[in-house]
C-alpha cells in the first residue's frame, strides 16, 4: 500500500510522473473535460486544522476526476473513541483514500500503519508534500526546467521549508534557507536529507540576501504557524530581518519569481508591495493545488487498479 506522508515516500521518477499526469489533467481542465479517471472512488478527508486550499483542492480534484469526498468531523472521534488500529482498519475499509490534516506528525503516522488504503499527508507540524508538489510544478511551468535553478526559502525552517528541501533534491533543484538559526532545519532532518537526496545543494544560512542572490524563486511563509499561536510576539521580533520586501527582493536577480503557500501574514514575512507585484505567482501557486492533488490522486489509484483486498 502506498502513502504520501512525506516526499521520501517518492522517487524522483515518481515525481516526474506526477507532474506529467497533472500537466495533462490541468489541459483537459482548461479545455472543459474533467476526465472521469477515478468513478465511484471516496476519499476522506480527516482535518484537525482549519484549511481553504487543500480541503477545497483535493474535495474539487476527486469530485472532477468522479469520485466522491467525505469530509469527517469530530464525530468520527479520530484518536479519541477507540485505538488507532480499530479506527484506521475499520475506516480504510470504507474508502479509498484519506486525506489527513494533522496536529501532530506522528498521529498521522500511526495512523497509516494501519489503514488498508492509501493515507495523504494534507499537512502536518512536520512536513506538507502536497504544497510542495504543487509548488514545484508551478516553478517548472513559469520558470522552466527545475534541475540547476535555486529555491531561496526566508523564515521559519517548518513544514513547508521542509517538503520544498525534500522536493528540490529530488527535482535537481539547490535549495536555500535563510532563517534565524533557532528556527534553521535540526541536525536530524538535516541528516534525513543527506540519506533520502544526498546530492542535493543546500545552502542554509542567517543571512537572506545571501540566499535570495542566485534565486529563481524567492519563498516564504508564515512566521508562527497554526499551532504556534501563543509565540506570536516572541516570532514577530526574531523574524523582523527576515521580511519578504522589496529591499530583499532587490538583492535576487531581476527575473526572480516570488512564491509563498498562503495563507498570508501580510506586513509580516511579506509586504503587501512584493505580494500583489509583478514577480508574485502566489496565485498560480494556489490554482495549481488543484491540478497537483488530482495528479496525485489519479496517480496513487491508479496505480492500485481497480480494486482493493
Ligand atoms: N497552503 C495551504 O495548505 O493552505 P490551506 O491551509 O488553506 O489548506
Ligand atoms: N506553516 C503554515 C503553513 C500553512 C499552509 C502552517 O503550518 O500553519
Redesign the pocket.
Known amino acids: 500500500m502506498r502513502h504520501l506522508i512525506t516526499l521520501a515516500d517518492l522517487s524522483s521518477a515518481e515525481i516526474e510522473r506526477i507532474f506529467a499526469i497533472t500537466e495533462d489533467l490541468k489541459a483537459k481542465y482548461q479545455e472543459g473535460l474533467r476526465e472521469p479517471l477515478l468513478p465511484g472512488r471516496v476519499m476522506a478527508l480527516l482535518f484537525e ?9 483535493f474535495e474539487a480534484g476527486i469530485i472532477n476526476l468522479g469520485g466522491h469526498s467525505l469530509f469527517l468531523g469530530d464525530d468520527v472521534g479520530w484518536g479519541s473513541r477507540e485505538s488507532m488500529a480499530d479506527f484506521g482498519r475499520v475506516l480504510s475499509q470504507y474508502v479509498d483514500v484519506i486525506v489527513v ?1 494533522a496536529k501532530s506528525h506522528q498521529k498521522l503516522v500511526d495512523l497509516a500503519q494501519f489503514c488498508n488504503c492509501s493515507v495523504i499527508n ?2 502536518t507540524d512536520y512536513d ?1 508534500p ?2 510542495a508538489l504543487a509548488d514545484l510544478y508551478t516553478l517548472g511551468e513559469l520558470a522552466g526546467p527545475l534541475a540547476g535553478q535555486t529555491l531561496a526559502f526566508i523564515g521559519d525552517g517548518n513544514n ?1 521549508a521542509r517538503s520544498l528541501a525534500m522536493g528540490c533534491g529530488k527535482t535537481g533543484m539547490r535549495f536555500a534557507l535563510a532563517a534565524p538559526k533557532e528556527y534553521q532545519f535540526d541536525a536530524a532532518y538535516v541528516a534525513a536529507l543527506a540519506r533520502e537526496v544526498p546530492d542535493l545543494d543546500l545552502v542554509v544560512t542567517t543571512n537572506p540576501r545571501e540566499a535570495v542572490r542566485d534565486a529563481a524563486a524567492v519563498y516564504t511563509d508564515v512566521w508562527t504557524s ?1 499551532g504556534q499561536e501563543a509565540e506570536a510576539d516572541v516570532r514577530r521580533r526574531i523574524f523582523a530581518p527576515f521580511q519578504v520586501n522589496a529591499k530583499l527582493m532587490s538583492h535576487a536577480p531581476t527575473d526572480a519569481l516570488f512564491m509563498h ?3 498570508a501574514h501580510r506586513g509580516e514575512e511579506v509586504t503587501d508591495e512584493v505580494i500583489d507585484g509583478k514577480a508574485s505567482i502566489v496565485v498560480q501557486q ?1 490554482a495549481n ?1 488543484l491540478h497537483a492533488q488530482k495528479g496525485i490522486l489519479a496517480w496513487l489509484l491508479g496505480a492500485q487498479g481497480p480494486g482493493r483486498e
Open positions: 486544522k482549519p484549511s481553504l486550499r487543500t480541503r477545497v483542492s490534516r494534507g499537512l506538507h502536497c504544497q513547508v497554526m503557500c498562503l495563507p494556489a493545488r
